[in-house]
């Protein structure tokens, strides 16, 4: 607490004032000030329109998060498991990890047609294979040790799952956790930019091709804000939580 | 209770154990005593099931494994959960736990994780939580070790109890003759590598459990006896 918390705050709010300044020093369309988008994003908020798009695109990231979340780790843990599906399963990590992320959105829209199960899909294709990237080094850092004592008093699969490998694992499933958010929340517009008429994405476009940079920007911002919020209610706590016990 | 036979255990293309062949008895104390790396932690870790990979065989006497509470060489804790959880998550539905904790002075620190506790404290919890899912047979690896004086007695004492109250067989892996002259009912001295029995002693029964000055001159008669074929390590 203190000088740092102190720093934090300063440090945005400089930026605001920065952006202020510039933005009525140059007085151009293209680069509008800061009380501007501020004003564009209460006005699109009493619309309605910035929480439908907002709350729409948040469900899309939610489902995409939690399917490659689901999926990634449970293919990470089997391939840190054993060497056999590691090995098998490795090719097809790379092949997934280097498709560029607009290919596989373009590529699973004209197979599985303009819609939402391809959007989300797409999304979480692209998350999956560094989510089980991740996972995998985690299940190989495992305690030998401790799994021992679990297998020796005879705790119960579920039990070790819960008591022994996921503490172990947390950091792991934290900075998965963390890059994904990050990674599908850039994904998820763009794929609403390329194939649906909703969204934070679909937005975009349409400002895009009004060249309306103020709603733009507001649409980012409210955006920035919504990420960080997630990141200070839940993320931090949960991390909290978890490392209560380090001393 | 259990008889052990291990023709050979091998660790890549080495050797380690073998060949070995003893017996132990319900509600009998055996100690196993050698130099440190001659492989008494893989025997404990065969006849606790966690390695099968042997040529040999175990035989229990009542066709089924007994319940296993084991000390490891290190505590093995959960560094994530309170000392309490620690007992609990391997005993549910018992609930010993209060009085061991009690009589291994970890009852103030119930509450606290696991991982702030001390080297000696974190020994203590190791030995309560094999004590408290109330086995049939304990398997010790230099339980004592790293325990103060005062509080090695007071373990000892845990181990004294647990046998005299309920029937419970003991494998006690110890490199030290006074410890395993203190507690066991017959010593088998293991030596060379692979690791082979050279000789079991019968710990005469007027002696047994007898504690400090009987157990020692126990042990400088064995050790007497046993003259260089027998070198303790430390």
């Given amino acids: 607490m203190g000088r740092i918390t102190w720093l934090r705050l300063l440090s945005p709010l400089l930026l605001l004032i920065l952006w202020e300044a510039v933005a009525r020093l140059l007085g151009s369309r293209m680069l509008p000030p800061a009380s501007a988008v501020f004003q564009a994003l209460g006005r699109e908020i009493l619309a309605g329109t910035l929480p439908r798009d907002l709350a729409i695109t948040l469900g899309r990231v939610a489902a995409a998060f939690a399917l490659s979340m689901v999926l990634g780790s449970a293919l990470g843990l089997a391939m840190g498991r054993w060497r056999a599906v590691d090995q098998f399963f490795e090719s097809w990590l790379t092949i997934l990890l280097n498709v560029p992320a607009v290919v596989l959105i373009v590529l699973l829209y004209i197979w599985f047609g303009l819609n939402e199960p391809a959007a989300i899909a797409s999304v979480a294709l692209n998350k999956l294979p560094a989510t089980a990237v991740t996972i995998r080094e985690g299940r190989r850092a495992i305690d030998r040790d401790l799994s021992d004592m679990a297998e020796s008093f005879r705790m119960t699969r579920w039990r070790t799952l819960r008591h022994v490998v996921l503490p172990q694992l947390s950091p792991y499933l934290f900075a998965a956790a963390r890059n994904g958010l990050s990674l599908i929340w850039k994904i998820v517009l763009v794929v609403e930019l390329l194939g649906r008429s909703s969204g934070v994405g679909f937005r975009i476009q349409v400002y895009f091709q009004l060249f309306d940079v103020t709603s733009l920007l507001a649409y980012t911002l409210a955006f920035i804000l919504v990420m960080q919020g997630f990141e200070w209610s839940v993320m931090q706590p949960l991390e909290r939580r978890a490392n209560r016990w380090r001393r | ?234």
């Fill in chain 2, 1 to 234: 209770m259990l008889s052990v036979r291990i023709r050979t255990k091998r660790f890549a293309q080495r050797d380690v154990l073998g060949p070995l062949d003893f017996t132990l008895g319900a509600g009998e104390i055996l100690a196993i005593v050698g130099p440190s790396g001659c492989g008494k932690s893989t025997l404990l870790r065969i006849v606790g099931g966690l390695d099968p990979d042997f040529d040999g065989r175990l035989t229990w006497s009542d066709g089924k494994t007994p319940r296993i509470g084991t000390v490891f060489q290190t505590p093995r804790l959960l560094p994530w959960r309170t000392v309490r959880q620690n007992l609990d998550l391997v005993t549910p539905g018992r609930d010993g736990g209060d009085a061991l904790l009690r009589r291994l002075d970890l009852w103030p620190v119930r509450d606290a994780f696991a991982a702030t506790l001390s080297v000696g404290m974190a020994r203590r919890l190791a030995i309560a939580r094999a004590f408290a899912i109330e086995p049939e047979l304990v398997l010790l690896d230099e339980p004592f070790v790293s325990l103060d004086e005062a509080m090695a007695v007071q373990a000892r004492q845990v181990l004294l109890d647990a046998w005299r109250y309920r029937p419970l067989s003991a494998l006690l892996v110890t490199h030290d003759l006074v410890e395993a002259a203190a507690l066991a009912d017959r010593i088998l001295l293991l030596s060379g590598s692979p690791a082979r029995p050279i000789r079991t002693l019968v710990v005469p029964p007027e002696r047994r459990r007898a504690g400090g000055d009987i157990a020692a001159g126990l042990a400088a008669e064995i050790r007497q006896a046993l003259g260089d074929h027998f070198r303790e390590g430390a």
